[in-house]
């Protein structure tokens, strides 16, 4: 009765059973793999956010394929004044902006426009997990290619030309990358560039962690693919991350690159997304305001970053056995562990002895165990006394 794409195992895996077991008992938890935003202790400014969200004109169906043209154009200014790979560029073209109601739509309407059925798109080994679901919604075979780790992540040049084929439709980059917060570099981006536009595929740049770069000094990492005109680029972004409000449901995608190929893109994609319209009026209008909200509540979180970075390095300098891995940005810390057995099973061992929860490397597609996955958004109590137990675990 169903398609095979939905085929997916449908019981829990060892680590969400644990993870359910341990709750039911009522037990305590240190979870340090808090991703919710809205569940860390971020001060928002409340009666602003309503505010915004009580525009009168939401009251009319007014309805725009790309988004509301207002809405579009807040997020061109977003761009403004940022460092493209090539130096400062243009501006946005808010023609160039279509609003989703979240980076995953954004993906599907991507992989429906460049991909046939069994096309493959590239996607980096770590990363982040969704991927998979949203390739096999879109009857699309993800390709892994291997980022390196040497001093700082890289991409694997040799073996991301070797992964490619007739079928390869698209490279998709995430700048900087979940969980491993490592910005793709000028002499990167100009290298994928070139296999781009040799192969006829296009660059989807996930762009949803860009502000958050570790020290002012990587402010320089911080450049956008979404000033790119070499290939055909899509670049995401949307406000779970930037404005810390996935609640409401809005992201974007920029298309740039050759004239000819971005006319054609933004074309279907607008039939793409005028099929679904799915922004909602309200959140559409607030745009604006939650994009000028992002100042502080980005403050807010990097100050939490860079003290549960602090808090980990202090128990890090005390151990023998764990280190972590280099960072530039993101929200996430890479610890290297002993790797006496699946990872999966040592964060089962972990949360069942010591209540602390940490999510395995394998969740992120390693190439091998003894990785560990800790958000660095934690409250700070709960992340300083969860690595406390930690350093317990493994050095005890
Ligand atoms: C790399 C990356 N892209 C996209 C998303 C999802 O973003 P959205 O809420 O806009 O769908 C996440 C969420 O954690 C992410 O880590």
Request: hydrophobic content about 45%.
């Amino acid at each position: 009765m169903f398609a095979s794409r939905t085929n997916w195992r449908l019981d829990q895996n060892r680590f969400a059973q644990a993870l359910d077991a341990h709750r039911r008992a009522g037990k305590e938890l240190l979870d340090l793999t808090i991703s919710n935003p809205t569940e860390c202790g971020v001060s928002y400014p409340e009666a602003e956010i309503l505010e915004a969200l009580s525009d009168p004109r939401a009251l009319a169906y007014v309805p725009e394929s790309r988004g509301l043209r207002e809405a579009r154009e807040s997020v061109a200014g977003y761009y403004d004044g940022r460092m493209g790979f090539a130096g400062p560029g243009q501006s946005v073209d808010p023609e160039r902006i279509v609003l989703t109601s979240g980076t995953s739509e954004g993906y599907s309407h991507i992989f429906r426009l460049l991909c046939d059925v069994g096309d493959e798109v590239l996607v980096p080994a770590p990363s982040y997990p969704l991927f998979e679901f949203l390739a096999d919604l879109a009857d699309i075979q993800l390709v892994p290619y291997p980022l390196f780790y040497d001093d700082g992540w890289g991409i694997d040049f040799a073996s991301l030309r070797e992964a490619l084929t007739s079928r390869s439709r698209a490279v998709l980059v995430v700048h900087p990358n979940n969980p491993t917060g490592s910005f793709i570099k000028p002499r990167e981006a100009a290298v994928l560039t070139e296999i781009c536009a040799e192969h006829e595929m296009a660059i989807v740049a996930d762009e949803v962690f860009l502000d958050y770069a570790d020290e002012f000094q990587n402010a320089d990492l911080a450049r956008t693919f979404a000033l790119h005109d070499a290939a055909l680029t899509f670049t995401l972004s949307g406000l779970s991350k930037i404005s810390l409000l996935p609640q409401m449901k809005l992201a974007w995608m920029v298309v740039s690159g050759p004239q000819e190929l971005v006319q054609t893109a933004v074309a279907r994609l607008e039939i793409i997304a005028d099929t679904y319209l799915s922004p909602s009026t309200p959140v559409q209008l607030a745009l604006p305001k939650f994009l000028a909200l992002r100042n502080d509540l980005q403050a807010q979180l990097q100050q939490r970053i860079s003290a549960n970075l602090a808090i980990l390095d202090a128990m890090l300098r005390e151990s023998k056995l764990l280190a972590r891995l280099d960072r530039e940005g993101g929200w996430y810390a890479i610890l290297r562990v002993p790797a006496t057995g699946p990872d999966e099973s040592l964060a089962v061992e972990l949360l069942e002895r010591s209540s602390v929860l940490v999510h395995p490397g394998s969740f992120f597609n390693f190439s091998r165990d003894g990785f560990l996955v800790l958000s660095l958004i934690t409250p700070e109590e709960q992340f300083q006394e969860g690595v406390r137990r930690l350093g317990k675990f493994f050095e005890g």
